[in-house]
């Protein structure tokens, strides 16, 4: 006789880059209180081999490390991993760094002090997003480029180019538009 086993759905994995032993147990117990696997790392170099050896559904990044500067963190994970949400929560207020965050490859850009229910909202965000476009057509074409909504990839002959969010998006909406 057999018995039936429910199986739980995996658990989410969120890695946390962070060196501030306080901030790391206050997310630690936050998002694992939501139903989040966690491990936490307090260096980049640390957090970089946790990155590829765990391989996180998500990144929580201190942009202040004492072993490496965070830009450098993030380009380098975008450049291993270039689906993996990034999310860098920072004292670092300023304009130009959240621009900077962003533009080395972070999907979200947290000040501290920060909200714990408003960062978790912003990772079921990003999850839920995953989520949509993983059921979305994977290929169309447009003006003769293939593009490839999965990989964030457009492509024509020899020529190809990684896709922003929201160039993928914008793209999405003219092929909508032109059907």
Request: glycine share 6%; aromatic share 6%; net charge negative.
């Amino acid at each position: 006789m057999t018995s039936a086993v429910s199986e739980e759905p995996a658990k989410k994995r969120i890695l946390v880059i962070e060196d501030e032993p306080d901030i790391v147990r206050g997310l630690r117990d936050a998002l694992e209180f939501e139903g989040f696997e966690v491990q936490a790392r307090g260096t980049g170099t640390e957090g970089l081999t946790a990155a590829m050896e765990w391989g996180p559904d998500a990144v929580l990044l201190d942009l202040m490390l004492p072993d490496d500067n965070g830009y450098r963190v993030c380009e380098t994970l975008r450049q291993r991993d270039e689906t993996v949400p990034i999310i860098i929560l920072t004292a670092k207020a300023q304009e130009t760094d959240k621009i900077r965050g962003l533009d080395a490859g972070a999907d979200d850009y947290v000040t501290k002090p920060f909200s714990v229910a408003e960062l978790i909202a912003r990772i079921n965000a990003i999850f839920r997003r995953q989520a949509r476009m993983a059921h979305s057509d994977e290929t169309f074409t447009i003006g003769g480029w293939q593009i490839n909504a999965r990989k964030h990839m457009m492509s024509r002959g020899r020529t190809s180019k990684r896709l922003t969010f929201y160039e993928l998006e914008v793209l999405k909406l003219l092929r909508y538009k032109s059907e």
